[in-house]
Each structure stands twice: as structure tokens, then as C-alpha cells.
């Protein structure tokens, strides 16, 4: 039974490392895209993606470190991506993000 256990924390640690890599792949890749976007759209989407990352990033680390107290920072994560992603969207479509109507 030792063994078993053994050998599936060896694979959960392999997955860990191999998920590693790719999400820093994926941000590496965002990166140039948010500095060579050809569009503002574009740069808008890679953001995002990057605020995606970024939580499966502490996710992963909440696996790695065993430890529960990085759920919180995941969701916090998320709720500032959204804000952001709507503050990028508003700025593409009006040119503002605060609207000051003094009438």
C-alpha cells in the first residue's frame, strides 16, 4: 500500500512540474502578444488570459505547497482580471472609463 502511495505522489508531482512549464509557456507567449499585438483587442484578450494563468497558477501552488489558504488569492485573482477586462473594454469602446456628465 506504501508503494501505491508512493507513486502517486510521484505522478502528482511530475503533472505539477510538467503544468509548471506549460503555464509558463502560455505566459511567455502572452507576454508577446500584449507587446506585438497588432490590435488593442488583441492586447485586451491576452490580459485576460494572462489573469487566467496567473490563477492556475496559485492553484497550482495551493497543490504544491498542500495547503488551502492560496483559494482566497485564486479568487481574488479572478474578480480583478473581470474588473480589468471591463475597464479595457470600456476604454476600447467610449475612450473613457470614467464618464464625468456635469448636466
Same mark, same amino acid.
Given at each position: 500500500m506504501?508503494?501505491?502511495?508512493?507513486l502517486t505522489e510521484n505522478l502528482i508531482e511530475i503533472a505539477l512540474y $510538467?503544468?509548471?512549464i506549460g503555464i509558463s509557456a502560455s505566459l511567455i507567449l502572452?507576454?508577446?502578444r500584449i507587446i506585438a499585438g497588432p490590435t488593442?483587442?488583441?492586447?485586451?484578450v491576452a490580459l485576460d488570459a494572462i489573469g487566467i494563468n496567473l490563477m492556475g497558477v496559485a492553484g497550482l501552488l495551493? $497543490?504544491?505547497l498542500i495547503t488551502p489558504n492560496l483559494n482566497d488569492v485564486v479568487l481574488l485573482?479572478?474578480?480583478l482580471a473581470f474588473l480589468g477586462t471591463l475597464a479595457i473594454a470600456k476604454y476600447?469602446?467610449?475612450g473613457v472609463i470614467i464618464d464625468r456628465d456635469l448636466e
Amino acid at each position: 500500500m506504501m508503494e501505491f502511495l508512493e507513486l502517486t505522489e510521484n505522478l502528482i508531482e511530475i503533472a505539477l512540474y $510538467i503544468c509548471f512549464i506549460g503555464i509558463s509557456a502560455s505566459l511567455i507567449l502572452l507576454l508577446y502578444r500584449i507587446i506585438a499585438g497588432p490590435t488593442n483587442a488583441d492586447r485586451a484578450v491576452a490580459l485576460d488570459a494572462i489573469g487566467i494563468n496567473l490563477m492556475g497558477v496559485a492553484g497550482l501552488l495551493a $497543490i504544491f505547497l498542500i495547503t488551502p489558504n492560496l483559494n482566497d488569492v485564486v479568487l481574488l485573482i479572478g474578480i480583478l482580471a473581470f474588473l480589468g477586462t471591463l475597464a479595457i473594454a470600456k476604454y476600447l469602446e467610449k475612450g473613457v472609463i470614467i464618464d464625468r456628465d456635469l448636466e
